[in-house]
Protein backbone atom coordinates (compact mmCIF):
# COMPACT_ATOMS: atom_id res chain seq x y z
CA UNK A 1 0.00 0.00 0.00
CA UNK A 2 1.12 3.73 1.06
CA UNK A 3 4.69 4.51 1.72
CA UNK A 4 5.71 7.74 2.97
CA UNK A 5 8.14 9.76 0.85
CA UNK A 6 9.47 6.47 -1.06
CA UNK A 7 12.32 6.66 -3.16
CA UNK A 8 13.14 5.34 -6.27
CA UNK A 9 15.15 2.31 -5.99
CA UNK A 10 17.13 2.29 -9.59
CA UNK A 11 19.75 -0.54 -11.22
CA UNK A 12 22.70 1.72 -11.52
CA UNK A 13 26.13 -0.19 -9.54
CA UNK A 14 27.82 -0.34 -6.60
CA UNK A 15 27.74 2.42 -4.16
CA UNK A 16 25.52 5.07 -5.68
CA UNK A 17 22.50 1.97 -5.70
CA UNK A 18 23.61 1.31 -1.81
CA UNK A 19 22.92 4.66 -1.28
CA UNK A 20 19.90 4.82 -3.23
CA UNK A 21 18.22 1.73 -0.81
CA UNK A 22 19.98 3.19 2.19
CA UNK A 23 17.51 6.30 1.66
CA UNK A 24 14.35 3.74 0.97
CA UNK A 25 11.93 4.81 4.00
CA UNK A 26 9.80 1.29 5.48
CA UNK A 27 6.78 1.52 3.92
CA UNK A 28 3.86 2.77 6.00
CA UNK A 29 1.61 -0.75 6.04
CA UNK A 30 4.45 -2.44 8.52
CA UNK A 31 5.07 0.52 11.20
CA UNK A 32 0.81 -0.10 11.43
CA UNK A 33 0.92 -3.52 11.69
CA UNK A 34 2.45 -4.33 15.09
CA UNK A 35 1.69 -8.02 15.39
CA UNK A 36 3.07 -10.74 12.86
CA UNK A 37 3.07 -14.69 12.88
CA UNK A 38 6.47 -16.45 11.81
CA UNK A 39 6.07 -20.06 10.99
CA UNK A 40 8.55 -22.34 11.98
CA UNK A 41 7.70 -25.81 10.42
CA UNK A 42 10.76 -28.13 9.44
CA UNK A 43 11.23 -31.54 9.18
CA UNK A 44 12.44 -31.15 12.77
CA UNK A 45 9.05 -30.58 13.50
CA UNK A 46 8.17 -34.83 13.76
CA UNK A 47 10.52 -35.72 16.48
CA UNK A 48 9.95 -32.03 17.85
CA UNK A 49 13.21 -32.43 20.69
CA UNK A 50 14.81 -29.73 22.51
CA UNK A 51 16.75 -29.16 25.30
CA UNK A 52 14.42 -27.24 27.40
CA UNK A 53 17.17 -24.59 29.23
CA UNK A 54 16.23 -23.62 32.81
CA UNK A 55 17.01 -19.92 33.90
CA UNK A 56 18.06 -17.24 31.18
CA UNK A 57 20.22 -19.62 28.43
CA UNK A 58 21.10 -17.02 25.64
CA UNK A 59 20.36 -19.27 22.59
CA UNK A 60 24.08 -18.52 21.03
CA UNK A 61 26.30 -18.60 24.33
CA UNK A 62 28.79 -22.11 23.73
CA UNK A 63 27.88 -24.78 26.22
CA UNK A 64 31.25 -27.61 26.25
CA UNK A 65 30.30 -30.18 24.56
CA UNK A 66 27.42 -29.97 23.45
CA UNK A 67 25.38 -27.98 20.28
CA UNK A 68 24.78 -24.71 19.84
CA UNK A 69 20.83 -23.18 20.31
CA UNK A 70 20.26 -26.82 22.01
CA UNK A 71 16.98 -24.71 23.06
CA UNK A 72 15.71 -24.54 19.19
CA UNK A 73 14.01 -27.88 17.97
CA UNK A 74 14.47 -26.49 14.46
CA UNK A 75 18.37 -27.31 15.08
CA UNK A 76 17.76 -30.90 15.71
CA UNK A 77 20.17 -31.79 12.81
CA UNK A 78 23.21 -29.88 14.16
CA UNK A 79 22.38 -31.25 17.89
CA UNK A 80 22.38 -35.05 16.32
CA UNK A 81 26.31 -34.70 15.26
CA UNK A 82 27.20 -34.02 19.13
CA UNK A 83 27.23 -37.28 20.43
CA UNK A 84 26.55 -36.79 24.12
CA UNK A 85 23.84 -34.34 23.09
CA UNK A 86 20.18 -34.00 24.72
CA UNK A 87 18.84 -34.95 20.79
CA UNK A 88 20.79 -37.67 20.32
CA UNK A 89 20.07 -39.32 23.21
CA UNK A 90 16.41 -39.10 22.36
CA UNK A 91 17.15 -39.56 18.93
CA UNK A 92 18.66 -42.94 20.11
CA UNK A 93 15.84 -43.86 22.31
CA UNK A 94 12.84 -43.18 19.59
CA UNK A 95 14.35 -43.13 16.05
CA UNK A 96 17.07 -45.76 16.13
CA UNK A 97 19.50 -45.63 13.68
CA UNK A 98 17.00 -43.65 11.49
CA UNK A 99 18.60 -40.55 9.54
CA UNK A 100 16.84 -37.48 9.81
CA UNK A 101 16.10 -37.46 6.59
CA UNK A 102 14.36 -39.96 6.57
CA UNK A 103 11.37 -37.10 8.76
CA UNK A 104 10.64 -36.44 5.38
CA UNK A 105 7.65 -39.67 5.13
CA UNK A 106 5.82 -38.40 8.29
CA UNK A 107 6.16 -34.74 7.47
CA UNK A 108 4.75 -35.43 4.08
CA UNK A 109 2.13 -37.64 5.78
CA UNK A 110 0.75 -35.05 8.05
CA UNK A 111 0.00 -32.66 5.15
CA UNK A 112 -2.87 -34.88 4.58
CA UNK A 113 -4.69 -33.12 8.01
CA UNK A 114 -3.11 -29.56 6.89
CA UNK A 115 -5.58 -26.52 6.36
CA UNK A 116 -4.32 -23.52 5.49
CA UNK A 117 -7.50 -21.67 5.62
CA UNK A 118 -7.94 -22.62 9.24
CA UNK A 119 -4.37 -21.39 9.97
CA UNK A 120 -4.78 -18.34 8.36
CA UNK A 121 -8.36 -17.14 10.04
CA UNK A 122 -6.68 -18.24 13.48
CA UNK A 123 -3.78 -15.68 13.09
CA UNK A 124 -6.05 -12.73 11.68
CA UNK A 125 -8.27 -13.43 14.98
CA UNK A 126 -5.27 -12.71 16.59
CA UNK A 127 -4.75 -9.62 15.01
CA UNK A 128 -1.77 -10.48 13.13
CA UNK A 129 -1.49 -8.16 9.99
CA UNK A 130 1.12 -10.31 8.71
CA UNK A 131 2.92 -13.77 8.24
CA UNK A 132 6.19 -15.26 7.73
CA UNK A 133 6.54 -18.65 6.46
CA UNK A 134 10.15 -20.49 6.75
CA UNK A 135 10.35 -21.57 3.55
CA UNK A 136 13.92 -23.47 3.84
CA UNK A 137 15.31 -23.54 7.25
CA UNK A 138 19.35 -24.57 7.92
CA UNK A 139 18.67 -28.10 6.67
CA UNK A 140 18.33 -27.08 3.57
CA UNK A 141 15.02 -28.61 3.15
CA UNK A 142 12.75 -26.17 0.61
CA UNK A 143 8.55 -26.02 1.42
CA UNK A 144 7.66 -25.81 -1.75
CA UNK A 145 8.46 -27.27 -4.93
CA UNK A 146 11.69 -25.45 -6.59
CA UNK A 147 12.70 -25.59 -10.00
CA UNK A 148 16.76 -24.83 -8.63
CA UNK A 149 17.65 -28.17 -8.17
CA UNK A 150 20.27 -28.56 -4.95
CA UNK A 151 23.45 -29.91 -6.12
CA UNK A 152 24.02 -31.78 -3.08
CA UNK A 153 20.64 -33.45 -2.02
CA UNK A 154 18.49 -33.74 -5.11
CA UNK A 155 14.71 -33.76 -4.74
CA UNK A 156 15.17 -32.29 -1.06
CA UNK A 157 11.85 -30.09 -1.43
CA UNK A 158 8.16 -30.98 -0.88
CA UNK A 159 6.48 -31.61 -3.60
CA UNK A 160 3.09 -29.65 -2.55
CA UNK A 161 3.35 -25.77 -2.82
CA UNK A 162 3.24 -25.35 0.98
CA UNK A 163 4.37 -22.08 0.27
CA UNK A 164 2.20 -21.17 -2.58
CA UNK A 165 -1.29 -22.68 -0.21
CA UNK A 166 -0.42 -20.68 2.35
CA UNK A 167 0.12 -17.30 0.21
CA UNK A 168 -3.18 -17.76 -1.05
CA UNK A 169 -5.01 -18.39 2.59
CA UNK A 170 -3.27 -15.75 4.29
CA UNK A 171 -4.30 -13.12 1.69
CA UNK A 172 -7.44 -14.11 1.75
CA UNK A 173 -7.80 -13.53 5.60
CA UNK A 174 -6.60 -9.96 4.66
CA UNK A 175 -3.12 -10.28 5.90
CA UNK A 176 0.14 -9.57 4.14
CA UNK A 177 2.56 -12.82 3.56
CA UNK A 178 6.17 -12.62 4.04
CA UNK A 179 9.21 -15.31 3.85
CA UNK A 180 12.16 -16.53 5.41
CA UNK A 181 14.71 -18.38 3.95
CA UNK A 182 18.14 -19.72 5.44
CA UNK A 183 20.87 -17.76 3.15
CA UNK A 184 23.48 -18.26 5.96
CA UNK A 185 23.18 -22.08 6.72
CA UNK A 186 22.33 -24.72 4.29
CA UNK A 187 23.90 -28.28 6.26
CA UNK A 188 23.38 -29.42 2.43
CA UNK A 189 26.27 -27.41 1.59
CA UNK A 190 28.19 -27.64 4.69
CA UNK A 191 26.98 -30.02 7.94
CA UNK A 192 30.02 -29.17 10.18
CA UNK A 193 28.82 -29.30 13.50
CA UNK A 194 28.18 -26.13 15.37
CA UNK A 195 29.12 -25.55 18.84
CA UNK A 196 29.93 -22.19 19.30
CA UNK A 197 29.14 -18.95 16.87
CA UNK A 198 32.29 -19.09 15.51
CA UNK A 199 31.29 -22.46 13.94
CA UNK A 200 28.08 -20.64 13.25
CA UNK A 201 30.13 -18.27 11.16
CA UNK A 202 32.53 -20.78 10.00
CA UNK A 203 29.58 -22.89 9.04
CA UNK A 204 28.67 -20.11 6.20
CA UNK A 205 29.14 -21.98 2.93
CA UNK A 206 32.17 -20.43 0.93
CA UNK A 207 31.49 -22.78 -2.07
CA UNK A 208 30.34 -20.29 -5.21
CA UNK A 209 28.19 -23.00 -6.19
CA UNK A 210 25.85 -22.37 -2.89
CA UNK A 211 26.00 -18.39 -3.62
CA UNK A 212 24.81 -19.20 -7.11
CA UNK A 213 21.66 -21.71 -5.70
CA UNK A 214 20.92 -19.38 -2.69
CA UNK A 215 20.21 -15.97 -5.16
CA UNK A 216 18.41 -18.41 -7.62
CA UNK A 217 15.75 -19.89 -5.08
CA UNK A 218 15.44 -16.40 -3.17
CA UNK A 219 15.15 -14.93 -6.95
CA UNK A 220 12.06 -18.06 -7.58
CA UNK A 221 10.34 -16.68 -4.24
CA UNK A 222 10.09 -13.30 -5.03
CA UNK A 223 9.21 -14.04 -8.70
CA UNK A 224 6.34 -16.56 -7.78
CA UNK A 225 4.68 -15.25 -4.48
CA UNK A 226 5.63 -11.64 -4.28
CA UNK A 227 6.48 -11.58 -0.74
CA UNK A 228 5.69 -8.64 1.47
CA UNK A 229 8.76 -9.71 4.05
CA UNK A 230 11.93 -10.76 2.88
CA UNK A 231 13.05 -12.62 6.08
CA UNK A 232 16.91 -13.82 5.70
CA UNK A 233 19.09 -15.07 8.41
CA UNK A 234 22.37 -15.41 9.81
CA UNK A 235 24.19 -14.06 6.96
CA UNK A 236 24.46 -14.16 2.83
CA UNK A 237 27.04 -16.12 0.92
CA UNK A 238 28.30 -12.92 -1.09
CA UNK A 239 28.21 -9.61 -0.65
CA UNK A 240 28.66 -5.89 -2.41
CA UNK A 241 26.89 -5.47 -6.16
CA UNK A 242 25.43 -8.43 -6.66
CA UNK A 243 23.51 -8.26 -3.11
CA UNK A 244 22.32 -4.82 -3.45
CA UNK A 245 21.20 -5.76 -6.81
CA UNK A 246 19.08 -9.02 -5.52
CA UNK A 247 17.54 -6.02 -3.09
CA UNK A 248 17.18 -3.71 -6.26
CA UNK A 249 15.30 -5.96 -8.11
CA UNK A 250 12.79 -6.73 -4.73
CA UNK A 251 11.77 -3.83 -4.19
CA UNK A 252 10.77 -3.30 -8.18
CA UNK A 253 8.92 -6.68 -8.05
CA UNK A 254 7.63 -5.77 -4.50
CA UNK A 255 7.46 -1.53 -4.19
CA UNK A 256 6.19 -1.83 -0.65
CA UNK A 257 8.31 -4.48 0.08
CA UNK A 258 10.35 -5.09 3.27
CA UNK A 259 14.05 -6.58 4.06
CA UNK A 260 15.25 -7.46 7.48
CA UNK A 261 18.54 -7.22 8.82
CA UNK A 262 20.02 -10.63 8.74
CA UNK A 263 22.00 -9.96 5.19
CA UNK A 264 25.62 -10.22 6.44
CA UNK A 265 27.56 -9.95 3.74
CA UNK A 266 30.38 -12.48 3.47
CA UNK A 267 33.57 -10.20 3.97
CA UNK A 268 36.73 -10.96 5.37
CA UNK A 269 35.58 -11.96 8.83
CA UNK A 270 34.04 -15.23 7.60
CA UNK A 271 37.65 -16.30 7.33
CA UNK A 272 38.84 -14.92 10.12
CA UNK A 273 36.91 -17.22 12.34
CA UNK A 274 39.09 -20.28 10.74
CA UNK A 275 42.18 -19.23 13.22
CA UNK A 276 42.65 -19.48 16.93
CA UNK A 277 42.46 -15.72 17.20
CA UNK A 278 39.54 -15.01 15.32
CA UNK A 279 37.14 -17.50 16.30
CA UNK A 280 38.01 -16.18 20.69
CA UNK A 281 37.80 -13.00 19.18
CA UNK A 282 34.04 -13.74 17.55
CA UNK A 283 33.25 -15.61 20.87
CA UNK A 284 34.22 -13.40 23.56
CA UNK A 285 31.51 -10.83 21.30
CA UNK A 286 28.84 -13.31 21.54
CA UNK A 287 29.04 -13.65 25.04
CA UNK A 288 29.59 -9.70 25.71
CA UNK A 289 25.82 -9.45 23.46
CA UNK A 290 24.17 -12.25 25.36
CA UNK A 291 25.31 -10.83 28.68
CA UNK A 292 23.73 -7.75 27.75
CA UNK A 293 19.94 -9.93 27.62
CA UNK A 294 19.66 -8.75 24.26
CA UNK A 295 20.10 -10.80 21.21
CA UNK A 296 20.82 -8.60 18.22
CA UNK A 297 22.41 -9.38 14.86
CA UNK A 298 25.33 -7.13 13.79
CA UNK A 299 24.11 -4.18 11.33
CA UNK A 300 24.53 -4.80 8.15
CA UNK A 301 25.17 -2.67 5.23
CA UNK A 302 21.26 -2.26 4.22
CA UNK A 303 18.23 -3.38 5.86
CA UNK A 304 14.83 -2.04 6.57
CA UNK A 305 14.10 -3.73 10.06
CA UNK A 306 16.12 -4.80 13.15
CA UNK A 307 14.88 -7.95 14.19
CA UNK A 308 16.48 -8.62 17.96
CA UNK A 309 15.48 -12.55 19.25
CA UNK A 310 13.72 -13.38 22.08
CA UNK A 311 14.57 -9.36 23.41
CA UNK A 312 13.53 -6.30 22.96
CA UNK A 313 14.60 -2.67 23.35
CA UNK A 314 13.92 -0.29 26.08
CA UNK A 315 13.90 3.07 24.29
CA UNK A 316 12.54 4.10 20.52
CA UNK A 317 14.67 3.30 18.25
CA UNK A 318 16.05 5.75 15.40
CA UNK A 319 14.99 2.74 13.03
CA UNK A 320 12.39 0.57 12.27
CA UNK A 321 12.37 -2.90 14.53
CA UNK A 322 10.28 -6.27 16.09
CA UNK A 323 11.21 -8.57 17.87
CA UNK A 324 10.78 -12.26 16.98
CA UNK A 325 10.56 -15.12 19.41
CA UNK A 326 8.49 -18.24 19.85
CA UNK A 327 5.46 -18.84 23.04
CA UNK A 328 8.06 -21.00 24.80
CA UNK A 329 12.00 -21.24 24.68
CA UNK A 330 12.06 -22.73 20.65
CA UNK A 331 11.08 -21.46 17.10
CA UNK A 332 9.77 -25.01 16.51
CA UNK A 333 7.32 -27.28 17.82
CA UNK A 334 8.97 -28.48 21.09
CA UNK A 335 7.57 -31.63 22.99
CA UNK A 336 9.49 -31.51 25.63
CA UNK A 337 8.10 -27.76 26.88
CA UNK A 338 5.45 -27.75 29.68
CA UNK A 339 3.20 -25.73 30.75
CA UNK A 340 5.72 -23.57 32.99
CA UNK A 341 7.81 -22.74 30.07
CA UNK A 342 5.44 -21.14 27.83
CA UNK A 343 4.63 -16.99 28.36
CA UNK A 344 2.07 -16.33 31.09
CA UNK A 345 -0.82 -14.24 29.57
CA UNK A 346 0.62 -11.39 31.05
CA UNK A 347 3.68 -12.08 29.95
CA UNK A 348 2.52 -12.33 26.34
CA UNK A 349 0.23 -8.99 26.16
CA UNK A 350 2.82 -7.41 28.26
CA UNK A 351 5.72 -7.27 26.47
CA UNK A 352 3.41 -6.71 22.83
CA UNK A 353 2.14 -3.78 24.52
CA UNK A 354 5.66 -2.61 25.77
CA UNK A 355 7.16 -3.38 22.33
CA UNK A 356 4.37 -1.36 20.32
CA UNK A 357 4.67 1.67 23.13
CA UNK A 358 8.98 1.66 21.74
CA UNK A 359 8.21 1.68 18.24
CA UNK A 360 8.39 -1.91 17.94
CA UNK A 361 6.56 -4.65 15.91
CA UNK A 362 6.28 -8.32 17.68
CA UNK A 363 6.66 -11.86 15.21
CA UNK A 364 5.13 -14.51 17.60
CA UNK A 365 6.20 -17.68 16.54
CA UNK A 366 3.97 -20.55 15.94
CA UNK A 367 5.65 -23.85 15.65
CA UNK A 368 3.08 -26.28 14.13
CA UNK A 369 3.71 -30.38 14.83
CA UNK A 370 4.98 -32.34 12.06
CA UNK A 371 2.93 -34.97 12.09
CA UNK A 372 -0.58 -33.87 11.81
CA UNK A 373 0.43 -30.50 10.75
CA UNK A 374 -1.50 -28.64 13.57
CA UNK A 375 -0.87 -26.11 15.82
CA UNK A 376 -0.57 -27.37 19.98
CA UNK A 377 -3.46 -26.22 22.15
CA UNK A 378 -0.43 -24.05 24.32
CA UNK A 379 -0.10 -22.20 21.18
CA UNK A 380 -4.00 -21.96 20.03
CA UNK A 381 -4.84 -20.41 23.96
CA UNK A 382 -2.06 -17.88 23.54
CA UNK A 383 -3.66 -16.80 19.87
CA UNK A 384 -6.90 -16.90 21.64
CA UNK A 385 -5.69 -14.38 24.03
CA UNK A 386 -4.27 -11.71 21.84
CA UNK A 387 -7.64 -12.76 19.52
CA UNK A 388 -9.81 -11.91 23.00
CA UNK A 389 -7.75 -9.01 23.81
CA UNK A 390 -8.19 -7.28 20.45
CA UNK A 391 -11.72 -7.65 20.34
CA UNK A 392 -11.65 -6.12 23.75
CA UNK A 393 -9.83 -2.94 22.77
CA UNK A 394 -6.61 -4.25 21.71
CA UNK A 395 -6.73 -3.45 18.25
CA UNK A 396 -6.43 0.20 18.56
CA UNK A 397 -2.68 -0.69 19.06
CA UNK A 398 -2.70 -0.83 15.06
CA UNK A 399 -1.29 1.81 13.20
CA UNK A 400 -0.09 3.95 16.25
CA UNK A 401 3.30 5.67 16.77
CA UNK A 402 5.25 6.03 19.83
CA UNK A 403 4.68 9.42 21.73
CA UNK A 404 6.26 11.81 23.89
CA UNK A 405 6.91 9.74 26.45
CA UNK A 406 6.50 5.33 26.30
CA UNK A 407 5.82 4.73 29.85
CA UNK A 408 4.65 6.13 32.89
CA UNK A 409 3.34 5.53 36.66
CA UNK A 410 0.18 6.49 38.06
CA UNK A 411 0.38 7.69 42.34
CA UNK A 412 -1.64 4.21 42.71
CA UNK A 413 1.02 2.48 41.64
CA UNK A 414 -0.36 1.28 37.51
CA UNK A 415 2.43 1.23 35.05
CA UNK A 416 1.06 2.71 31.93
CA UNK A 417 2.24 2.62 28.05
CA UNK A 418 1.63 4.94 25.66
CA UNK A 419 1.03 4.75 22.12
CA UNK A 420 -0.51 8.17 19.82
CA UNK A 421 -2.45 8.09 16.72
CA UNK A 422 -2.28 11.77 15.90
CA UNK A 423 -3.70 14.05 18.44
CA UNK A 424 -4.95 11.05 20.46
CA UNK A 425 -3.43 9.33 23.00
CA UNK A 426 -4.05 5.51 23.65
CA UNK A 427 -3.12 4.73 27.74
CA UNK A 428 -2.49 1.13 28.19
CA UNK A 429 -2.62 0.17 31.93
CA UNK A 430 -0.35 -3.43 32.22
CA UNK A 431 -1.89 -4.25 35.87
CA UNK A 432 -5.25 -4.06 37.53
CA UNK A 433 -7.32 -3.39 39.39
CA UNK A 434 -8.97 -0.76 38.11
CA UNK A 435 -10.69 1.91 40.17
CA UNK A 436 -9.92 5.78 39.64
CA UNK A 437 -6.28 6.15 37.55
CA UNK A 438 -4.23 9.52 38.18
CA UNK A 439 -2.65 10.45 34.99
CA UNK A 440 0.40 12.99 35.67
CA UNK A 441 2.03 12.59 32.19
CA UNK A 442 -0.74 13.26 29.39
CA UNK A 443 -3.75 16.03 29.57
CA UNK A 444 -6.86 17.07 26.69
CA UNK A 445 -7.64 19.86 25.45
CA UNK A 446 -10.84 21.83 26.55
CA UNK A 447 -13.09 19.69 23.82
CA UNK A 448 -11.29 16.42 24.62
CA UNK A 449 -12.48 13.32 26.05
CA UNK A 450 -11.90 9.84 27.56
CA UNK A 451 -13.06 7.36 25.82
CA UNK A 452 -12.58 3.21 26.90
CA UNK A 453 -13.82 0.07 24.88
CA UNK A 454 -16.54 0.68 22.11
CA UNK A 455 -16.30 4.41 22.64
CA UNK A 456 -18.04 4.63 25.89
CA UNK A 457 -17.33 7.76 27.66
CA UNK A 458 -15.82 7.26 30.81
CA UNK A 459 -16.13 9.45 34.06
CA UNK A 460 -13.12 12.20 34.43
CA UNK A 461 -12.64 14.54 37.01
CA UNK A 462 -9.18 16.25 38.66
CA UNK A 463 -7.08 16.52 41.42
CA UNK A 464 -6.02 19.83 43.27
CA UNK A 465 -2.86 19.85 41.05
CA UNK A 466 -4.97 19.77 37.75
CA UNK A 467 -4.43 15.96 36.81
CA UNK A 468 -6.27 14.17 35.09
CA UNK A 469 -8.51 10.90 37.50
CA UNK A 470 -9.99 8.52 35.17
CA UNK A 471 -12.80 6.03 36.94
CA UNK A 472 -12.07 2.67 34.80
CA UNK A 473 -13.67 0.36 37.94
CA UNK A 474 -16.61 0.00 36.07
CA UNK A 475 -14.92 -1.33 32.78
CA UNK A 476 -14.93 -5.47 31.32
CA UNK A 477 -13.40 -8.51 32.95
CA UNK A 478 -10.27 -9.96 32.81
CA UNK A 479 -9.76 -9.63 28.90
CA UNK A 480 -9.51 -6.43 28.61
CA UNK A 481 -6.54 -6.12 30.60
CA UNK A 482 -4.11 -4.61 29.51
CA UNK A 483 -6.66 -2.16 29.85
CA UNK A 484 -7.02 0.64 27.30
CA UNK A 485 -8.52 4.08 27.03
CA UNK A 486 -8.29 6.74 24.62
CA UNK A 487 -7.67 10.39 25.39
CA UNK A 488 -8.95 12.65 21.99
CA UNK A 489 -7.20 16.01 22.25
CA UNK A 490 -4.22 15.42 24.09
CA UNK A 491 -1.02 16.91 24.73
CA UNK A 492 1.73 16.05 27.54
CA UNK A 493 2.61 17.49 30.55
CA UNK A 494 5.61 18.64 31.74
CA UNK A 495 7.33 15.85 33.90
Known amino acids: MSTTGRARVGVRGGRSLLGQLRRRPVPTWWQDAKLGVFIHWTLASVPGFATVPRGDHPPLVHTPGQPLAAQYTEWYANALRFPASDATRFHREHFADRTYESFVDEFNAGLEHWDPQRWAAQFARAGARYVVLVTKHHDGYCLWPTSVPNPRRAGWHSDRDIVGELAEAVRDAGMRFGLYYSGGLDW ?251 LNDVDIEPHGEVVGPAGRALEVQRDLAGALRVDVGALPGDDAWPLVFTLTAAFARSR
Not at 254 to 277: C, H, K, Q
Not at 348 to 374: C, H, Q, T, W
Request: with cysteine; proline share 7%; charged share 25%.
Open 188 to 438: TFDDRPIGTFADLVAAVPSDPAYGDYAEAQVRELIERYRPAVLWNDIAWPFGGERLWRLFADYYAAVPDGVINDRWMPRSAVFDLVRTRAGRSLVDRFVVRSANSGRTVPPTPPHFDVRTPEYSSFDTVQRYQWETCRGMDRSFGFNRMSGPEDFMSRDDLLGSFVDIVAKGGNLLLNVGPRGEDAAIPDEQTERLDWLAAWSAAGGAVLAGTRPWVFQEGLTPEGHRLRYAARGAAVHVLVLDGPGGVLT
